[in-house]
C-alpha cells in the first residue's frame, strides 16, 4: 500500500506543476493585458489598471480621459472598461424583462415561417454628469434599420415636443404661478405596443440554438 501511495503521489507532481506552471503564465498574461497603455492623462501614458484604481478610489474622469466606447460585443474582451459594459448589458436586459419585452419562441414555429428575423446589436456609450464627470456605462439593444423591409404603410417618426411649445407652457406656468413637475421615463422608446409581428434574434453573447424573439414592444431602430 505504501508503495502504491508513492507511486500515486509522483503521478500527482507533474500535473500539480503543470497546474502551477499555467496559473502563472495566466497571471503573467493578465497583468500583461492591464499593463498595456490604452490613453493619456495630463499629457502622461496610463494604462488600464491605473484607470481602474482612479475609478476605486472615487476619483471622478473627465470625457477627454476615457478611450472610446467599443463598437462590438466581442471587442468587451479587450477594453478597458468591458466588465462595466457587461453589467451595463445585463441591467438593460433585466429593464426589458421586467417590462415584458418580448417572449422566446423556437424558430420553427408556424408564427416565424414566412417573416423576416431582424438582427440586433448592441449600442455602447458613456453617460455624464452636468460637468462632464463620467459616471457610468450604458449599453442599449438596438435593431438593425439596414435589414428591415422598406415599408411606407404608416409614419415612420417620432414625435418630440416642439421648443415653441415648451416655451408657451413655461410663460404660462411663470405668469399664473403654477407648480411644475418634472418625470424622466426610462426607456421611453419600448413603452410602444406594436401592432405586427415583429421578429429578431437574440442578443449577442446571449443567443441560444433555434431560438428568437417576438417583440410585444419597440425596440430603438424599428
Same mark, same amino acid.
Given at each position: ?67 472610446? *466606447?467599443?463598437?462590438?460585443?466581442? /471587442? &468587451? ?7 462595466? #459594459? +457587461?453589467? %451595463?448589458? !445585463? ?81 404660462? *406656468?411663470?405668469?399664473?404661478?403654477? /407648480? &411644475? ?7 421611453? #422608446? +419600448?413603452? %410602444?405596443? !406594436? ?28
Amino acid at each position: 500500500m505504501a508503495l502504491l501511495a508513492h507511486s500515486i503521489q509522483q503521478m500527482q507532481e507533474p500535473i500539480r506543476d503543470s497546474q502551477q506552471e499555467q496559473g502563472v503564465w495566466q497571471a503573467a498574461f493578465y497583468a500583461g493585458r492591464l499593463s498595456a497603455p490604452i490613453g493619456t492623462i495630463a499629457g502622461k501614458p496610463v494604462d488600464k489598471a491605473q484607470l481602474l484604481r482612479r475609478l476605486q478610489k472615487g476619483i471622478k474622469l473627465m470625457r477627454s480621459e476615457l478611450p472610446p *466606447a467599443p463598437k462590438w460585443h466581442h /471587442k &468587451l474582451a479587450s477594453h478597458p472598461f468591458g466588465d462595466l #459594459f +457587461v453589467q %451595463a448589458e !445585463l441591467k438593460h436586459l433585466q429593464t426589458h424583462k421586467e417590462m415584458q419585452l418580448w417572449t422566446e419562441i423556437d424558430c420553427t414555429n408556424p408564427t416565424v415561417r414566412g417573416n423576416q428575423v431582424i438582427q440586433c446589436m448592441w449600442v455602447y456609450t458613456y453617460k455624464f454628469d452636468k460637468h462632464g464627470h463620467f459616471q457610468k456605462c450604458k449599453a442599449r439593444l438596438v435593431v438593425r434599420g439596414d435589414q428591415q423591409k422598406k415599408l411606407r404603410t404608416e409614419d415612420t417618426y417620432a414625435a418630440t415636443l416642439a421648443r415653441r411649445s415648451f416655451r408657451v407652457l413655461m410663460a404660462i *406656468a411663470a405668469r399664473f404661478n403654477l /407648480k &411644475l413637475i418634472h418625470y424622466n421615463v426610462v426607456n421611453a #422608446f +419600448v413603452n %410602444a405596443t !406594436l401592432l405586427d409581428a415583429v421578429f429578431i434574434t437574440l442578443p449577442p453573447s446571449y443567443r441560444k440554438p433555434r431560438k428568437v424573439l417576438l417583440l410585444h414592444k419597440a425596440l430603438y431602430g424599428l
